[in-house]
């Protein structure tokens, strides 16, 4: 899996989307939606409260992977 947020995401989702068409199906881009996070980590990286935000959202796509596990 790949993540993309920020002035990162396109060249992310390009990278991903590259190998997809060159075959290999077993990579994902998921977008880290900042939506509801509240930054208060060091320096604005993301909190605690963020990182369980995070995580839930995270689960729920991989959860809907078909991943053959």
């Given amino acids: 899996m790949a993540v993309g947020t920020g002035q990162y995401a396109d ?3 390009q990278v991903v989307k590259a190998r ?3 075959g290999d ?3 994902r881009y998921w ?3 900042s939506s509801g996070l509240d930054f208060l980590g060091c320096n604005y990286h993301y909190s605690v409260h963020d990182d369980r935000i995070i995580a839930d959202r995270l689960t729920s796509f991989i959860a809907g992977l078909t991943t053959g596990w």
């Fill in 31 to 33: 977008s880290l939606d």
């Fill in 20 to 22: 997809n068409d060159a």
């Fill in 25 to 27: 199906s077993g990579i």
């Fill in 11 to 13: 060249h992310v989702q």
